[in-house]
């Protein structure tokens, strides 16, 4: 009997070439530089810098990921930036993240213990549950905030938290959010102002998750 696609590429050459996008993204490093990229685009430096990582290992990381076709890059002068391929790229991620996070114990107590470090317990929220009277603060770097916030947010990035949180009532309900569900920004800042008697939640989930399931429509994007 002769196959319909005898002569031509083998169904082991297809999986090879769908296990070359999985090999792009099977590395510790690569996987933080997607969640960095979900939130917009940036350069070589700077992803190196957020992730702490060498540029010479994050420019490598990203040629893999490039190959692989997960990310696109735009030229400005010397300057290369790089962002995710497309929506898709963040599904790939969360996806991924859900399944490890699910059936795999050890994710999930890694998880657990580094949020652990953090001395005060945070409430967890939906984006569904965040209402008009609540005030939405995101505090990742400020051009993260400008390429896709969460409607009505204001941006209070981290690195001067402090400083610029002073001037939130001690009444306020605070809602707080950063990266993702692997992201540990916004619970530092919410545990901040707990600590100042402030109602501070957190989102359950980021700008990461929010790309790749469209639940909600970033201000900006």
Not at 111 to 130: H, N
Request: glycine share 8%; net charge negative.
């Amino acid at each position: 009997m002769t196959t319909w696609n005898a002569g031509g590429p083998s169904k082991a050459e297809v999986f090879t070439a769908f296990a070359d996008v999985l090999k792009a993204v099977s590395n510790p490093r690569r996987l933080e530089l997607l969640e960095l990229m979900a939130q917009g685009e940036h350069n070589v430096d700077a992803l190196a810098r957020m992730s702490g990582q060498g540029v010479t290992t994050t420019s490598a990381g990203l040629q893999n990921l490039r190959r692989a076709g997960l990310v696109t890059t735009r030229r400005d002068g010397a300057h290369i930036f790089y962002r995710l391929a497309g929506d898709d790229v963040a599904e790939l991620y969360t996806a991924a993240k859900r399944v490890a996070l699910e059936r795999y114990p050890q994710m999930r107590r890694s998880l657990d213990e580094f949020r652990g470090q953090l001395d005060t317990d945070v409430p967890e929220m939906d984006a569904g549950t965040v209402t008009a009277e609540m005030l939405v603060i995101d505090v990742r770097p400020r051009c993260e905030y400008d390429a896709g916030h969460f409607p009505g947010a204001v941006s209070m990035p981290i690195g001067t938290f402090d400083d610029s949180s002073k001037g939130i009532p001690e009444d306020a309900i605070v809602v707080l959010y950063c990266r993702g569900e692997l992201c540990r920004l916004a619970r530092e800042a919410a545990s901040a102002l707990r600590a100042r008697g402030i109602d501070a939640r957190v989102l359950d989930e980021g700008v990461v998750e929010w790309r790749a399931t469209r639940e909600v429509a970033l201000d900006g994007a």
